[in-house]
Nanobody, 121 residues
C-alpha cells in the first residue's frame, strides 16, 4: 500500500509564505506525476501545480510567479513553496500522485488527506 502524507499547512498573514510537503510512503520506485490541488469552501477542487518525474512543471495562472513546485525523486516527495500569499489562496490543499510504481505493482492516482492553508490578517 502507498499513502501520501502531507505537512506544512497553517495560518499566515497576507504577503506571507508557507511550504507544503507531501511524501509517498511505502516501497515506491517511481511516480510519474506529483502535484497539488486545492478546494476552497463552496468551490470545486482546482489544479494548483504539477511536476513530472522529469521536472516538467505546470501551474494554474492564479499562482504563477508566486508558487514554486519541486520534488525529490529519491525521497518520493513533492514540495510547494507558496510566497506572496493572498486571502483567496485560502483552501484545503491536497497532494496528488499519478502512476505510482511500487513493490506491489502500478497504482493509479492517489490523493493525500488534505492540509488547511488559511491566509488572513
Amino acid at each position: 500500500q502507498v499513502q501520501l502524507v502531507e505537512s506544512g499547512g497553517g495560518l499566515v498573514q497576507p504577503g506571507g509564505s508557507l511550504r507544503l510537503s507531501c511524501a509517498a510512503s511505502g516501497s515506491v520506485f517511481d511516480i510519474t506525476t506529483m502535484g497539488w490541488y486545492r478546494q476552497a469552501p463552496g468551490k470545486q477542487r482546482e489544479l494548483v501545480a504539477t511536476i513530472t518525474n522529469r521536472g516538467r512543471t505546470n501551474y494554474a495562472d492564479s499562482v504563477k510567479g508566486r508558487f514554486t513546485i519541486s520534488r525529490d525523486n529519491a525521497k518520493n516527495t513533492v514540495y510547494l513553496q507558496m510566497n506572496s500569499l493572498k486571502p483567496e489562496d485560502t483552501a484545503v490543499y491536497y497532494c496528488y500522485a499519478d502512476e505510482i510504481r511500487y513493490s506491489g505493482g502500478l497504482s493509479p492516482n492517489l490523493w493525500g488527506q488534505g492540509t488547511q492553508v488559511t491566509v488572513s490578517a
